[in-house]
């Protein structure tokens, strides 16, 4: 019995280690998720053959450094993870709004069509319009965009609802 045992853990030694492989660091920027994927990203070859291997119909996408991005201070009074909704009521209110720390509690607001100072929210991330820059990209103050960073940059709106804080559509 116990040299069947033994047999058994040697050959499972032997698959798990015979399949592995060596991670690929940096491919894929650690913010980008399925749920929320990333600006500034650009198609892998790699990536597409892997999915259209696997059945899955987008293409897989690898980190690309986002242009005319400016990185700024950390929005004051606001916590140092998931502050996106904190740092938009910062911009829009002058002051951390601790109702307005959940993306989702940006929905109550009116909507309203783009224009600046409204805001961009949609399940778990919320953004500040500064200007129109062409189509449906904005140039924006976005909280934690990253990396726990908070940056001023060009980005689309396509998928958010457009509210205005001020109350008036």
């Known amino acids: 019995m116990l040299r069947i045992t033994s047999l058994v853990l040697f050959s499972l030694l032997l698959v ?58 950390h929005p004051p009074g606001c916590p140092a993870r998931a502050f996106c909704g904190c740092g938009a009521a910062v911009r829009v209110f002058g002051r951390p709004v601790r109702d307005l720390w959940l993306a989702a509690n940006w929905f109550k607001f009116p909507r309203t069509s783009p224009k600046p100072g409204a805001v961009a929210v949609r399940r778990h991330h919320v953004f500040v319009l ?4 062409a189509g449906d990209v904005w140039r924006v103050y976005d909280a934690n965009s990253g ?11 396509a998928g958010y609802t457009i509210v205005s804080p001020s109350g008036a559509g």
């Open 16 to 73: 798990s280690t015979g399949e592995t492989r060596p991670r690929q660091v940096g491919a894929a920027h650690p913010d980008c998720i399925v749920v929320m994927p990333c600006e500034g990203v650009i198609n892998s070859p790699r990536g597409e053959y892997i999915a259209k291997k696997l059945g899955f119909g987008g293409p897989q996408k690898v980190y690309a450094p986002r242009r005319n991005a400016m990185i700024v201070a």
């Open 130 to 133: 500064e200007h129109h820059v």
């Open 147 to 157: 990396g726990r960073k908070t940056r001023i940059h060009d980005r689309s709106i």
